[in-house]
């Protein structure tokens, strides 16, 4: 059966799948962490919504989300290139 | 004439196919953020139209191949095209009927391959490349899409445990939204190409245009709207199957299957291991109830579903076997005419059969009754005012009864009342 079986192209897929396929929305859950009210590991103050995110975390969840819309343009731009 | 009209009957059947392409896939891009609510179960369906026809337009890397690799390029003639794309009309709404996602390019495959066998035997078939072009990648679709979207899904509920509910819903629900438009792109995109190479191989064949021409825009414009058709008219059975009959899904879960699914279909085909739609869709959703704790997955109804992907290929090929030996049997346009005409009464048959019990936009979030096969019974609206029947179909008396306790038990008494009023 291994002669049927393309490993290389699998184990690439594979690979790369679990990279974007689940680091993307793993960004995303972590741009959603840093923009929700800070230090509140258990939730307790998270009913202040009043509480806004420092720089430091507005920044970084603006990193996050700019490399998921990144990744977005990415696979537009993959489909229009005809490499489907 | 008969030339001419043959080429018609072709082309027609080509756009068939490629409807019940749209209709048969919206629930791949579209079934989880159905179930979320994060769309509209209309708004959800319109968008991915929208999307699908946006896609067949994006990119015109149009081959006139079909089933290229698996059959011998000499022997596919007109009749052979014609009785595959009948097996795979028939055998995608035959599972459409059933509620199952099947992957409609396997149908196709399916058909041609069979009515190449009816039409030269075996010596037609290059065997290997069927097993390494279809049978394996049906087998690894599911196993990436499912360790992909369960890593993803894990990682968000772990990122996203502390959070305020109302938070991670809201912004999932555009993440989910976001991820399911870039499938239903990637689907226009790649499947509505599948139906314009048919044609176009069609009208090659038969002498309508140049063999080193490029796609007629009337071609791409056809193929483009009817798979956006099919796509809004929803097929509302499979988006059940998939947003509610595999796992409960919540928007987090729902993003990381999208994005799954997205990230899965292109990369594959990047790396030329092209997997089916069908089959990284399905294994995604699958994978985001594996991936999320206390999250329970359906695998009765999983495997139904591996079931039918193993059966599409010989089901459909028997399919295409009988068109050609009856179409050819009875020879010329004749012949090709009476298999149309029996396309035509076999679908009506098959739409008839889904009428018994109805699946649309109203019921297809109803909860999901695994043992009493999903039995919905139509009855009046529960608003307490008296509408026409099957306005808001609900689960039949037992399952209602049962669960009245958790839906409460004002609501058991309205929907009680009417059912009398109705019966009185």
Sequence with gaps: MSGFIEWGALAQVMVAGLVVGAGIPALFALGLRLLSAPGAPDGAASDGAAVRPGLARRAGALVCFAVVVGAVVAGIAFLVSGGH | ?424
């Design chain 2, 1 to 424: 004439m008969t030339e001419t009209l043959l080429l018609v009957l072709v082309v027609v059947t080509a756009l068939a196919f490629d409807f019940t392409n749209g209709f048969h896939d919206t629930g791949n891009a579209m079934a989880t953020s159905i179930a979320t609510r994060a769309l509209k179960p209309k708004a959800a369906v319109l968008l991915s139209a929208v999307l699908n026809m946006v896609g067949a337009f994006l990119s015109l890397a149009v081959a006139a191949t079909i089933a290229k690799g698996l059959v011998d390029a000499n022997v596919i003639t007109l009749e052979v095209v014609f009785a595959g794309l009948v097996g795979g009309i028939v055998w995608n709404l035959l599972t459409w009927l059933w509620g199952l996602p099947s992957s409609s390019s396997h149908a196709l495959v399916g058909g041609v391959i069979g009515s190449v066998l009816a039409a030269v035997g075996t010596s037609g078939v290059i065997w290997s490349g069927v097993v390494s072009k279809v049978l394996v990648p049906a087998l690894a679709a599911p196993v990436v899409a499912i360790g992909v979207a369960a890593t993803g899904t894990w990682l968000v509920a772990r990122l996203t445990r502390n959070l305020p509910q109302d938070l991670t819903s809201r912004g999932f629900r555009w993440g989910q939204v976001g991820s399911a438009s870039l499938v239903s792109l990637a689907h226009g995109t790649n499947d509505a190409q599948k139906s314009m190479g048919i044609i176009l191989l069609a009208l090659i064949t038969g002498g309508a245009v140049p063999a080193d021409s490029g796609v007629p825009f009337w071609v791409i414009i056809s193929c483009a709207f009817f798979m956006a058709l099919g796509t809004y008219l929803g097929g509302w059975r499979i988006i059940r199957t998939l947003g509610k009959g595999l796992v409960e899904i919540d928007t987090r879960q729902g993003m990381a299957a999208e994005t799954s699914s997205a990230a899965v279909i292109m990369l594959s085909s990047h790396f030329g291991f092209s997997l089916s739609t069908t089959h990284v869709a399905t294994g995604s959703i699958l994978g985001s109830g594996v991936g999320m704790p206390g999250a329970k997955v359906r695998w009765g109804v999983a495997g139904r579903m591996l079931a039918a992907w193993g059966l599409t290929l010989p089901a459909a090929g028997l399919v295409g076997a009988a068109c050609f030996w009856v179409g050819h049997g009875i020879g010329g346009f004749l012949g090709t005419t009476v298999v149309f005409a029996l396309l035509v009464i076999t679908s009506t048959a098959i739409w008839w059969a889904s009428r018994r019990k109805p699946v649309d936009h109203t019921n297809v979030n109803e909860a999901w009754d695994e043992e009493k096969g999903a039995d919905l019974e139509p009855v009046a609206a529960t608003t307490g005012v008296a509408g026409p029947v099957s306005v808001a179909p609900v689960m039949a008396p037992e399952a209602a009864s049962s669960s009245a306790v958790a839906i409460g038990a004002v609501h058991a008494d309205i929907s009680g009342s009417t059912k009398e009023a109705l019966r009185a």
